[in-house]
């Protein structure tokens, strides 16, 4: 049977099929769809699969890691980014090993389509020593979780899951088969293994040392590995290595008259990229992301081999592959036809009309500059970044996830004031938690403004960890009660809100300031659910 | 064979829905299909995009090359100026011809339909207001499909008309009746 799936889909139902027994993650673009499709899956309802999300990364990481300890097959999801939440538990989940099959899957996003950075989580995998996949298509992902789940078991090693946004978000059909039982509970029993005090940490970090061989041996042998000789010898003499995606728009442009290596597991396929080389004048490295293999590749075959691709401006440095630009770095001309139209304006994203953090923005933008150029408001990552634009230009950062509360204490001790803090309710709760403590724990004189609409809302309005529980999570970690004010956002209430900024900043210690009210869109939604239930 | 078409509008004005009823009908009449879709940050009131694939052939890429597609299918002006240089020579635009401004710079309308009507193959009506005759405003992109039928050509009207009364099923009767009327009434427009 066929079914279209987006990348995404197909690695969850890849998983399912392969006898999951629970996805941990916390959503961010491009991973979310994995997660939200196991949610709404009838076997995965049956089989009570834990889909719930989590609060953050290294609480999925370690939530997941767990669930291996006990035997069964886990996933763990993220967008790249989150691989640095959770790389603690990531990098160490290598060296205790695991039990039951454990994937963990980073979606990167060159481009930055929708993301602060273009990290490639490639790095992640040969920084902890444990196999890499990289799906070229929405096919071999379903298929490939399968296998990865296999030769986590095999080697007792967790997997790293590398895809890009293109992959993630893109629909095919895919042919898929029926699923397989769940692992049964079988909790690890040797505890050496898993206690890494040094003395056990010393002798798991040899033991996966010694697995190496093993790890390069899957790859080398692996059926998403494969070298694609010409039958008569190509025109053209570079040989090229196509990693991931890469593959196909190698095939788009040059068909079958190039020799190629695809590459989709790793460490790299050494014996083939000496194969390749040997039958080529030069290679050409084709890979999304940053150029991870290219280094490698270089490092393999020498100085003397000429190597091209990202770093020597073969492909573009930066940014996502596209048809067009490895079309050009073959040396395939373009049928473009028109010219960009110079009548023609951006439109960046925006907040919804309606949005509470409109009406927060309208306030706190109008209390800032009562301060002349004093004062300083840290952002965070979410819809309310948006109020880093026009109109409301109203905040100074954006880093990562929690960084708005913590640097606005480290401004704050070096003087700076008004010091104000913004952060949405799931980006407090995934990070902004610690930050707090220390703040608290230091009387910064910070002002916070947790703008809660209920809901993750950037990520497409999933649960939100911590909603109905912000003022006492506020009080418990020490901020004074009489400190920790809520209000509701809207346009009739802006003077209000303006009051309640300027009070706080004036009291100097940590407040926070709570504006609640419900994102429109999971407003509708919920609406929407409620006139169908009712028909029903 | 194989068509490539650009799907393109601001966040929230339906294009997925579009690309859900070509890709029905692509599956059912045996096409290989790749659809790469923009979910995340654009999706607020920015421009989005879907890149579409309809072959009889092996479909490689996700995204189409510039100066290969067929099609650019359009809910707004601007939008389909913004993909011409993936138009192919003899390449169609089928557009509302209604502007959405939710940017202080946005351009003069006459300079924006200036531009289109330079292009080979345009056409572009007010969406809206047919859908609003026809069945309700709601239906304006299944107008748009209507219109851009001739176009996709490597699936007949007939088949994306099936698709389009598949797609609305689950919502009832009434909803797939008035998107058939839309479909419809795009089809006769540009007929
Ligand atoms: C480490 C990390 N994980 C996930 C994301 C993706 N992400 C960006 S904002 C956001 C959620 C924001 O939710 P919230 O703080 O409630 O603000 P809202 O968008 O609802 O305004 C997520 C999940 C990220 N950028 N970084």
């Given amino acids: 049977m066929k079914r279209l799936l987006l990348g995404d889909e197909a690695i969850a139902l890849g998983a399912l099929h392969a006898g999951l027994s629970g996805v941990y993650a916390y959503p961010g673009t491009p991973s979310t769809e994995i997660t939200e499709f196991i949610q709404g899956d009838k076997l995965a309802r049956e089989r009570n699969v834990h889909s719930r999300w989590c609060t953050n990364e290294k609480t999925a990481m370690e939530a997941a890691l767990g669930m291996s300890y006990a035997g069964k097959r886990a996933l763990v999801c993220m967008k790249h980014v989150g691989m640095n939440v959770c790389a603690d538990a990531f990098v160490n989940s290598a060296i205790t090993g695991c039990n039951g099959g454990l994937i963990v899957l980073a979606a990167d996003d060159p481009s930055m389509h929708s993301s602060q950075n273009e990290q490639d989580s490639r790095f992640y995998g040969k920084f902890a020593m444990i196999p890499v996949f990289e799906p070229s298509n929405q096919q071999e992902a379903y298929d490939m979780v399968e296998e990865a789940f296999a030769l986590s078991e095999r080697l007792k090693e967790p997997v790293l899951m590398r895809v890009v946004t293109r992959l993630a978000h893109s629909r095919a059909a895919v042919e898929i088969h029926d699923a397989k039982a769940e692992n049964e509970l079988s909790p690890e029993t040797d505890r050496t293994h898993w206690v890494l005090l040094p003395g056990n940490a010393k002798r798991q970090y040899a033991a996966l040392i010694e697995k190496q061989p093993v790890i390069a041996e899957a790859a080398a042998d692996s059926e998403f590995n494969r070298l694609e000789l010409c039958e008569d010898e190509p025109e053209n003499k570079t040989g090229v290595i196509c990693c991931g995606i890469g593959y196909n728009y190698v095939k788009e442009a040059v068909g079958n008259t190039m020799n190629v290596l695809k590459v989709s597991q790793y460490p790299l396929p050494e014996k083939d990229i000496v194969a390749l080389a040997a039958v080529s004048e030069n290679l050409l490295v084709v890979e999304d992301g940053q150029p991870v293999v290219e280094e490698l590749v270089r490092g393999m075959l020498g100085a003397g081999y000429p190597v091209y691709g990202r770093l020597t401006g073969a492909l573009p440095r930066a940014g996502e592959l596209n048809p067009d630009n490895v079309a050009k770095a073959l040396g395939v001309e373009s049928n473009k036809v028109y010219d960009p139209s110079p009548v023609l304006a951006g439109r960046p994203p925006q907040f919804c009309q309606g949005c509470g953090h409109r009406d927060v923005y309208n306030a706190l933008r109008e209390v800032v500059a009562e301060f002349g150029d004093k004062a300083r408001v840290f952002g965070d990552i979410g819809c309310y970044t948006l109020g880093a634009l026009p109109p409301f230009t109203a905040i100074d950062s954006c880093v990562d996830m929690g960084a708005s509360i913590t640097m606005a204490k480290g401004a704050a001790d070096a003087g700076v004031h008004p ?50 529980k912000y003022e006492a999570i506020c009080v418990a970690l020490g901020v004074d009660p009489a400190h920790v004010r809520v209000i509701v956002p809207q346009p009739t209430k802006v003077e209000q809100i303006k009051e309640m900024i300027r009070e706080e900043i004036a009291y100097p210690d940590v407040s926070v300031i709570i504006p609640r009210r419900e994102c429109i869109q999971t407003l509708a939604r919920h609406a929407r659910q409620k006139a169908a239930a009712r028909k029903q | 064979m194989k068509k490539d078409i650009i799907l393109c509008g601001v966040g929230g004005q339906g294009i997925l829905s579009i690309a859900t009823i070509i890709g ?41 090359p510039m100066g290969e597609a067929d099609v650019i299918i359009s809910m707004e002006p601007m939008e389909a100026l913004r993909y011409l240089p993936y138009l192919s020579k003899e390449g169609a635009v089928v557009t509302s011809s209604q ?87 795009g089809v006769a427009a540009v007929g």
């Fill in chain 1, 419 to 468: 010091s104000i803090a913004i952060i949405g309710d799931s980006t407090f709760t995934h990070s902004g938690m610690t930050g707090l403590l220390d703040a608290v724990n230091d009387h910064s004189n910070i002002v916070v403004v947790i703008s809660d609409n209920l809901t993750t809302g950037m990520t497409g309005g999933q649960d939100s960890a911590g909603t109905s």
């Fill in chain 2, 24 to 64: 029905e009908a692509a599956t059912a009449a045996g096409l290989n299909l790749k659809q790469a879709e923009v979910h995340g940050m654009s999706q607020r009131g920015g421009d989005v995009q879907s890149n579409l694939r309809l072959s009889t052939d092996v479909i490689y890429s996700d995204l189409i």
């Fill in chain 2, 99 to 185: 502007s959405f401004v939710n940017i202080p710079n946005y351009p003069e309308v006459s300079a924006i339909d200036a531009e289109l009507d330079k292009l080979p193959k345009v056409a572009k009506l007010d969406i809206e207001q047919i859908a609003k005759e026809v069945a309700t405003v709601r239906s304006a992109n299944v107008v748009l499909l209507g219109m851009a039928a001739p176009y996709i050509g490597i699936l007949s009207t007939d088949e994306l008309r099936g698709a389009v009364a598949r797609v609305f099923e689950r919502k009832g009767e009434a909803v797939v009746e008035a998107n058939l009327k839309a479909f419809d009434a």
